[in-house]
């Protein structure tokens, strides 16, 4: 019994660690994912949804918040001119429910 709720437990805390506070960096040296923005819905790897509060940031499922410092973020972002320099294209939706991802496949660059 105690092995389960550890296992519980443990695993609820590492959905928590996946919180998506992002912050873009000046250079595509310094970042963790390289982000091109596509014109267009069906073009896009994720839909990502700009939150106003941490915590409705989500694990992992385009739902982004932009944090001040570097220090505070769970991944450095930098945006790219060009589709062929990206690691993961992103169309940005005006509804949270929009938010998520279409190619599962690129999942991993975010976590």
């Given at each position: 019994?105690k092995?389960?709720?550890?296992?519980?437990?443990?695993?609820?805390l590492?959905?928590?660690?996946?919180?998506?506070?992002?912050?873009?960096?000046?250079?595509?040296?310094?970042?963790?994912?390289?982000?091109?923005?596509?014109?267009?819905?069906?073009q896009?790897?994720?839909?990502?949804?700009?939150?106003?509060?941490?915590?409705?940031?989500?694990?992992?499922?385009?739902?982004?918040?932009?944090?001040?410092y570097?220090?505070?973020?769970?991944?450095?972002?930098?945006?790219?001119?060009?589709?062929?320099?990206?690691?993961?294209?992103?169309?940005?939706?005006?509804?949270?429910?929009?938010?998520?991802?279409?190619?599962?496949?690129?999942?991993?660059?975010?976590?």
């Amino acid at each position: 019994m105690k092995n389960i709720i550890l296992f519980i437990g443990l695993s609820l805390l590492s959905i928590s660690l996946y919180s998506q506070k992002v912050y873009t960096v000046d250079y595509s040296s310094q970042a963790d994912v390289k982000v091109y923005v596509v014109d267009y819905e069906s073009q896009a790897d994720l839909c990502v949804y700009k939150v106003d509060y941490s915590s409705q940031a989500g694990r992992n499922d385009g739902k982004w918040f932009w944090v001040d410092y570097e220090s505070q973020s769970d991944k450095k972002i930098y945006f790219v001119d060009y589709e062929s320099q990206s690691d993961l294209k992103i169309y940005f939706v005006s509804y949270s429910s929009q938010a998520g991802w279409k190619n599962k496949n690129k999942q991993h660059l975010m976590y």
